[in-house]
């Protein structure tokens, strides 16, 4: 098989992007750089692809791709392409240009309306589907659904002792009002290392697949250390997705279990008198999105 000879488009938004990777770089000294540096390679791959669309626009409207990028430029694109995407996707763009060619550039409103819909599985569903999974996926649906855990975060569970957390002002009371259960460690989106809690039961069934050696997986071109045999990243949200399907007629992701966590958690913490603000706040920082504001996209029910 021949070798894939990269696009002008990607190879130079590669370039672009590579002169602000700064990966293993500690939250302190990227506090420094006031956000002008990327520091995970999800990040960097996402703003590639921006600059390679960008850049593709370019070269069909016959603009040389060494010609200087100006910011008007960079704003007839987004106005343009604008009309065809989401406010996520503009907003993703945006930013993205805003931080390889160095400019401040205007918000930009989508043309395709965003309609929320919730995505919460019931736990009725998570069970007809996770028996339809093979039992290393079934166990890391279930764990997701428990814990509130991305699919790639599930690759890189530890227990909390052999994991250190991040350097984050983390609250006291995370975890409050579940009991019997084991925190463990992961690294999410962004890098960001923090605990996540699993019951008993599944810690049992957990521990039963470690491994005697990590494994290395790379999962959506991030090498990720494997130390229990159990599904997790794109392998896994296929295999779900596709079990949802065949169980239910219907996906709503993997994310979805998620938002199933998200909700149950605000259940069980409003139920215990924590205050909303208190609960919104506790719940962000277990899902690591560290913003409450966040959290509450999660809040969505479904019709």
């Known amino acids: 098989m021949k070798k894939a000879i990269p696009r002008p488009e990607r190879d130079l938004a590669t370039r672009l992007v590579s002169s602000l990777l ?12 006031a956000n002008n540096a990327i520091a995970s390679v999800g990040t960097a791959r996402n703003v590639v692809q921006c600059v390679t669309d960008f850049l593709t626009w370019r070269t069909a409207a016959d603009i040389s791709l060494i ?7 960079l704003e007839a694109y987004l106005t343009h392409e604008s009309f065809r995407w989401r406010q996520k996707t503009v907003d993703q763009h945006r930013q993205a240009l805003s931080l390889v060619f160095c400019v401040t550039l205007m918000d930009v409103g989508a ?3 965003t309609h929320t819909r919730g995505r919460a599985y019931s736990a009725a569903e998570m069970e007809h589907i996770a028996v339809r999974q093979s ?17 790639s975060e599930l690759i890189e569970l530890r227990i909390a002792d052999e994991f250190p957390a991040a ?16 925190l463990y460690g992961t690294t999410g989106k962004g890098g960001l ?18 491994r005697t050696a990590p494994r290395y997986v ?42 199933a966590y998200v909700q149950n958690r605000l259940e069980t913490l409003l139920s215990l008198g924590v205050a909303p603000i208190d609960a919104l706040e506790i719940i962000s920082q277990e899902v690591g999105h560290l913003r409450p504001d966040i959290t509450t996209a999660y809040l969505v029910g479904r019709c």
């Open 22 to 33: 700064m990966l293993r770089t500690s939250r302190a000294t990227l506090r420094t750089l």
């Open 67 to 73: 010609e200087p990028v100006t910011r008007a430029e």
């Open 111 to 113: 043309g395709i309306a």
């Open 135 to 151: 039992e290393h996926n079934a166990l890391a649906t279930r764990i997701a659904f428990h814990s509130g855990l991305r699919a």
């Open 167 to 182: 350097d984050r002002p983390w609250r006291g009371d995370l975890f409050r009002g579940l009991n019997d259960g084991v």
């Open 193 to 210: 290392a923090r605990r996540v809690w699993i019951p008993a039961d599944l810690h049992d069934q957990l521990q039963a697949r470690r």
């Open 218 to 259: 790379t999962d959506r071109g991030v090498v990720r250390s494997a130390f229990f045999d159990i599904g997790g990243g794109l392998a896994l949200s296929q295999s779900f997705s596709d079990a949802s399907q065949r169980a239910l007629g219907f996906s709503l992701g993997f994310h979805g279990l998620r938002h």
